[in-house]
């Protein structure tokens, strides 16, 4: 009835061009992109065992665009893989990946629910996840619905695979995934993954990530009365700890400033993220752990990073050790020149549609780090234009514009992809 009492009204108004904004916003819940998105946000995939309602709901998209649909547990946790079969499946596939998980959120932050999926009057769609990374699972299927509906057939075949754990590593996701028979018999030529949101008007492509060492340092000493002063406390040698990391991220932030702003691959990041010790006031606690997130500048060699560790070490004193909860020592980059057919394809068909790429370093880690390993070509890639960066933070949002344009991008760029003959692409 309310749909009803729209179209009749914004007929005429549309006729006039002057539709006001109330009734652009209503016709956009109407639309099934949007519902689709909205959908897919307000599933808490923050937690685990919420990713099954995440399955299902892909499930339900496959079966709605008659794609093949496979869910495995090679790390005991879903991977969803959507197929669509091109004429010519012998030749290599186009891998479209997406994470289906997404971090925590710290609710009282945000303007509006997390989970709501809430539009306001600027057509801002506030959700986690909305940036990173459910707007690009959704930008894929809604390019092929579209393909499909316009009865566009290409050669090769597309698998949309959606992953779990790629917050926290993707150890339990791509990394056993791509151990799996099911992968290999995928033959995948070339992979899209996530991509960055850009402030401005140019669109940034990934074709690197950078590579994570995070470290979880304990500091020991002896434990004792609150009110003395014992030497080679733990929390003594934690200030040492910190002194000597923030000296180094110091140095780096200084080749931040001196660098072009978007050569991420230029430094390493550094940041405390974590530390815990101690119970109560009047006790000396004998140990602290620290987490410390680090992202390899491109150009770091891993020997020197290794000592420069060892030195921390060092500097804080006796009995402190480090493990780490992360540590990646090689990061393969995807080619972005001629002699990479599929770079070429892409980046053609972006800019015939008047947007400006950069190419880029992740200036993170994502599922790609692992496809790349493997020689093959994979770039993180998404509309996101003219959006704040908010991923990770609170009030992530993409705006409804974004979104529908964005799925025009991607028929634009998946039906040249889909139609590329078999080429050889040496990394
Ligand atoms: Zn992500």
């Not at 005991?76 to 289906?100: A, K, Q, R």
Request: charged share 25%.
């Amino acid at each position: 009835m309310r749909t009803l009492l729209i179209l009749l009204l914004s007929v005429p108004l549309v006729l006039c061009g002057h539709l006001p904004k109330k009734y652009l916003l209503d016709s956009y819940l109407n639309n099934p992109v949007v519902k689709n998105f909205m959908e897919y946000v307000r599933i808490d995939t923050s937690k685990e065992e919420n990713l099954e309602l995440a399955v299902d709901f892909w499930k339900r998209k496959a079966q709605e665009l008659e794609l093949d649909f496979n869910v495995y547990y090679p790390g005991g946790l879903p991977i969803c893989v959507l197929s669509w079969y091109g004429t010519e499946p012998s030749l290599p596939s186009i891998m479209l990946n997406s994470h289906m998980d997404v971090v925590l959120v710290e609710e009282e932050d945000w303007t509006y629910p997390p989970f709501s999926a809430h539009m306001d009057e600027n057509g801002d769609i506030f959700g986690r996840g909305t940036q990173d990374d459910k707007d690009v699972g959704i930008m894929y299927i809604e390019a092929i619905r579209e393909m499909k509906k316009n009865g566009i057939k290409l050669k090769r075949t597309f698998h949309m695979t959606l992953m779990p754990d790629e917050e926290r590593g993707s150890r339990r996701g791509m990394v056993k995934f791509i151990e799996t028979k099911e992968f290999k018999d995928m033959n995948i030529g070339f992979a899209l993954d996530e991509g960055p949101v850009s402030p401005g008007d140019n669109i940034e492509i990934m074709y690197q990530d950078k590579r994570p060492w995070q470290m979880k340092f304990t500091t020991r000493g002896p434990s004792g009365h609150g009110s003395s002063i014992l030497a080679s406390t733990a929390m003594e040698k934690l200030f040492k700890l910190i002194g000597v990391i923030g000296t180094y991220r110091d140095e780096q932030k200084a080749i931040m400033r001196a660098s072009d702003p978007l050569d991420f691959g230029a430094y390493t990041s550094v940041n405390v993220n974590y530390v815990r010790g101690g119970a109560v006031p009047n006790v000396i606690p004998g140990r602290v752990e620290l987490i410390v997130d680090t992202r390899l500048a491109v150009s770091t060699d891993v020997t020197e990073m290794s000592n420069r560790v060892s030195s921390w070490l060092q500097e804080a004193g006796n009995d402190t050790s480090v493990e780490f909860v992360r540590k990646i020592l090689v990061s393969k980059a995807t080619k972005i020149d001629d002699s990479n057919p599929y770079w070429v394809i892409m980046r053609d068909a972006v800019q015939e549609l008047g947007i400006q790429i950069d190419p880029i370093v992740c200036p993170a880690t994502t599922d790609m780090i692992n496809i790349r390993q493997l020689g093959i070509p994979a770039l993180g890639f998404a509309f996101k234009p003219r959006t704040e960066i908010r991923y990770h933070a609170a009030n992530e949002y993409l705006n409804v514009d974004n979104l529908l344009h964005g799925v025009t991008v991607y028929v634009a760029v998946l039906s040249r992809l889909g139609n590329m003959s078999d080429v050889a692409y040496v990394q």
